[in-house]
């Protein structure tokens, strides 16, 4: 007998169901062979719809006004979907909007988000509309609900294909994990991939288990930022962070526990077979889950004796702070905007309470951190649910209650890393910096680094002492052209965004393939978002913005595509820097505004506290090097000149200043 399924999507005026409103609800009842039932309805609604709602949906007032209400279709949903499995992507937004607003549906549910993590590979972006861009070849979405719905589906089935590729042995522990789990949205997976399992019996296919049978002779370590391995790991072979390899025997202990989370493990179950050591890099998540799969990695080192290696700065650094880089092997590092940042990730000092469960009681380690985090919160002046990043000062670290808290971490089952971690808390404690992250009601994270700590490019040399050391620029061929032009209003008039939105449609209007705007913050881009989707809309140009039109990966795997609409990307400098987005065919570069300021590390918020002038001696240089990064950046995709909307370089004293630490190769106009 066929497995049935109810698959949903709504359209909504925005995210918040209690202040927004339904304008569309579609579900088709279907099985793996096809489809059964539809039900299909627009939602009243008396209002006018959100201009940039109307753009992304194309519904209209006129599809709305005439159209039943949300308590008379309640009802009739509720009769469609009977008890079976409600599937979508995502499908958590939908139906707790709907439950919010008087339905109420307490089918078990099935998420097309973590089922795809599970089975699919080197995707940029797990968006519905990039998965089914990629796998589908009927329907696609169009964010309006019933598309979206044949697109989910179409894609359900592809997915439930791919068990196939699952042996035998991890088809068993899948079951074995789904069977035992207490939680009691397990259920409907065990149903399903008992099912699927039992429809698609095992078809053996030939992986890429990470070997590498053209490996150089040549025996070399080169470390960029991030994202720079990304795009040159079919260069060379890509060495791993040593911090985040899966500990295959605590995944199999975590089978048999009824309390472990089941989602994070069926991740990775189905990724063993297809790499020789599997490491968090090969599983598909969500940055909020990686606390979770965090819990179950180990550390491992390759032999960096042979071959060409390619690694990120964070990677570099971790293996010489555990004395795995051989002293005879030549290293070169490409300077980059992270490089002083990923030295001082390196050099911190981590408490985290997932570190000491793998070795104690969970309950004992818990009950440890809830005192400290008691203590933080009263001695802060925080309530219970308020969130804390930030230094605590020296008569807090002296109190009892921090005394007691590393005390009983001593009195826990140790090994030589987490001594030597607690240690160096200690130590820090009394003469260095500690710094805090209280999030919600999870245990806090404490990083603290020694106070004589300093961070620069020698320094750096002086870490790798002992070793063949060279760090490199990349060199652009071609002189870099920065020019300024003078708004006619001061960024702090009530006009200076329409002012600005106005500027950059009139120089943008005519994008014929790409262009970048930067932008000093996501209040910034939202602002200008709101008043230029829709004019570009209309000349048919794409307006990319980071947060307002979709996820990190969704925005550079259209800028990747080839066959799209002329582009413009709207993002911080941060995203620029730290995605390095294809620009391929840009013509024009504009900076709304200077980029002030220093990088997030709470190193440099102490050296601010103690200069005498952190604007000069901190940010300053800081917004002569982010300058030098955007412009170097920018070379490399041959786009040689930058227009900066900020003429305080010109009109200020201290924007002058910003120049002396401009790149030789930048020619200021």
């Known amino acids: 007998m066929c497995m049935k399924f109810i698959c949903l999507d709504i359209e909504t005026t925005g995210f918040d169901p209690k202040n927004n409103s339904v304008l569309e609800i579609a579900a088709v009842k279907y099985d793996l062979d096809g489809n059964i039932d539809t039900f299909h309805t627009f939602i009243n609604f008396?209002?006018?719809?959100?201009?940039?709602?109307?753009?992304?949906?194309?519904?209209?007032?006129?599809?709305?006004?005439?159209?039943?209400?949300?308590?008379?279709?309640?009802?009739?949903?509720?009769?469609?979907?009977?008890?079976?499995?409600?599937?979508?992507h995502n499908i958590q937004f939908d139906l707790n909007f709907l439950n919010a607003n008087g339905a109420n549906l307490?089918?078990?549910?099935?998420?097309?988000?973590?089922?795809?993590?599970?089975?699919?590979?080197?995707?940029?972006?797990?968006?519905?509309?990039?998965?089914?861009?990629?796998?589908?070849?009927?329907?696609?979405?169009?964010?309006?609900?019933?598309?979206?719905?044949?697109?989910?589906?179409?894609?359900?089935?592809?997915?439930?294909?791919?068990?196939?590729?699952?042996?035998?042995?991890?088809?068993?522990?899948?079951?074995?994990?789904?069977?035992?789990?207490?939680?009691?949205?397990?259920?409907?997976?065990?149903?399903?991939?008992?099912?699927?399992?039992?429809?698609?019996?095992?078809?053996?296919?030939?992986?890429n288990t990470d070997s590498d049978t053209n490996k150089p002779t040549e025996n070399t370590i080169f470390a960029v930022d991030q994202n720079k391995v990304t795009?040159?790991?079919?260069?060379?072979?890509?060495?791993?962070?040593?911090?985040?390899?899966?500990?295959?025997?605590?995944?199999?202990?975590?089978?048999?526990?009824?309390?472990?989370?089941?989602?994070?493990?069926?991740?990775?179950?189905?990724?063993?077979h297809k790499h020789k050591k599997l490491h968090i890099n090969h599983l598909n998540f969500r940055s909020d889950q990686f606390s979770q799969l965090s819990k179950f990695c180990k550390k491992d080192f390759e032999d960096l004796?042979?071959?060409?290696?390619?690694?990120?700065?964070?990677?570099?650094?971790?293996?010489?702070?555990?004395?795995?880089?051989?002293?005879?092997?030549?290293?070169?590092?490409?300077?980059?905007?992270?490089?002083?940042?990923?030295?001082?990730?390196?050099?911190?000092?981590?408490?985290?309470?997932?570190?000491?469960?793998?070795?104690?009681?969970?309950?004992?380690?818990?009950?440890?951190?809830?005192?400290?985090?008691?203590?933080?919160?009263?001695?802060?002046?925080?309530?219970?649910?308020?969130?804390?990043?930030?230094?605590?000062?020296?008569?807090?670290?002296?109190?009892?209650?921090?005394?007691?808290?590393?005390?009983?971490?001593?009195?826990?089952?140790?090994?030589?890393?987490?001594?030597?971690?607690?240690?160096?808390?200690?130590?820090?404690?009394?003469?260095?910096?500690?710094?805090l992250m209280l999030i919600d009601s999870n245990p806090p994270i404490i990083k603290s680094i020694s106070y004589d700590l300093e961070v620069s490019k020698r320094h750096i040399l002086e870490f790798l002492t002992g070793h063949q050391v060279k760090i490199i620029k990349s060199k652009s061929e071609q002189n870099f052209m920065l020019q300024t032009h003078n708004l006619p209003v001061s960024q702090k008039d009530s006009e200076y965004i329409n002012v600005l939105s106005e500027t950059l449609f009139e120089s943008l209007k005519d994008?014929?393939?790409?262009?970048?705007?930067?932008?000093?913050?996501?209040?910034?881009?939202?602002?200008?978002?709101?008043?230029?989707?829709?004019?570009?809309?209309?000349?048919?140009?794409?307006?990319?913005?980071?947060?307002?039109?979709g996820s990190k990966g969704k925005i550079l795997s259209n800028l990747s595509d080839d066959n799209a609409s002329p582009q413009i990307l709207l993002c911080t400098h941060h995203f620029f820097l730290k995605f390095n987005p294809d620009l391929h065919g840009c013509t024009k570069a504009i900076l709304t505004k200077l980029p002030i300021g220093s990088p997030s590390h709470f190193y440099y918020k102490i050296k601010e506290q103690q200069a005498d002038n952190s604007f000069i001696e901190i940010a300053i240089p800081n917004t002569g090097n982010n300058i030098n990064h955007i412009c170097e950046s920018l070379a490399q995709q041959n786009i040689n000149n930058l227009f900066c909307l900020d003429d305080r370089m010109d009109s200020t004293g201290w924007g002058k200043n910003i120049k002396r630490y401009l790149d030789k190769s930048i020619n200021f106009i």
Not at 73 to 79: G, K, R, S, T, V
Not at 145 to 157: G, K, Q, S, T, W
Request: proline share 5%; net charge negative.
């Open 511 to 549: 994008t014929a393939q790409k262009a970048v705007v930067i932008c000093p913050s996501n209040d910034n881009i939202k602002q200008i978002y709101e008043q230029l989707c829709l004019k570009f809309q209309s000349l048919g140009i794409e307006l990319l913005a980071q947060n307002q039109s």
């Open 305 to 435: 004796t042979h071959n060409s290696w390619i690694c990120s700065l964070e990677t570099l650094f971790e293996y010489k702070k555990h004395e795995q880089l051989p002293s005879q092997t030549p290293i070169e590092i490409l300077d980059g905007p992270y490089l002083e940042e990923s030295f001082l990730k390196s050099q911190e000092n981590i408490i985290k309470a997932a570190a000491f469960e793998k070795q104690n009681d969970t309950e004992q380690v818990t009950f440890i951190f809830y005192h400290l985090s008691k203590y933080l919160h009263s001695y802060l002046g925080l309530s219970p649910d308020q969130n804390y990043f930030g230094l605590l000062d020296r008569y807090g670290l002296t109190q009892k209650e921090f005394s007691d808290f590393i005390f009983e971490l001593e009195k826990l089952e140790l090994n030589q890393e987490l001594k030597y971690k607690v240690e160096q808390l200690k130590q820090h404690a009394k003469n260095g910096y500690v710094y």
């Open 231 to 272: 795009q040159l790991k079919n260069s060379q072979q890509v060495l791993l962070n040593p911090n985040f390899y899966i500990d295959l025997e605590s995944v199999h202990s975590a089978i048999n526990n009824s309390q472990s989370d089941f989602y994070s493990i069926l991740r990775i179950l189905p990724k063993i």
């Open 46 to 88: 008396q209002e006018n719809i959100p201009a940039l709602i109307k753009k992304l949906t194309s519904i209209t007032e006129t599809d709305v006004q005439n159209a039943p209400t949300l308590e008379s279709q309640i009802p009739l949903l509720e009769d469609f979907c009977e008890n079976l499995p409600i599937m979508g």
């Open 106 to 207: 307490q089918n078990p549910k099935l998420d097309t988000m973590p089922l795809s993590h599970m089975v699919f590979e080197d995707i940029p972006s797990f968006s519905l509309e990039i998965l089914c861009k990629t796998f589908n070849t009927e329907y696609l979405p169009s964010h309006r609900a019933i598309d979206d719905v044949l697109a989910n589906i179409e894609l359900f089935r592809t997915i439930c294909k791919k068990h196939s590729e699952i042996p035998e042995e991890d088809r068993n522990k899948i079951l074995t994990l789904l069977k035992t789990t207490q939680n009691p949205e397990a259920e409907v997976y065990l149903n399903l991939f008992e099912y699927t399992f039992a429809v698609h019996s095992y078809e053996e296919i030939q992986h």
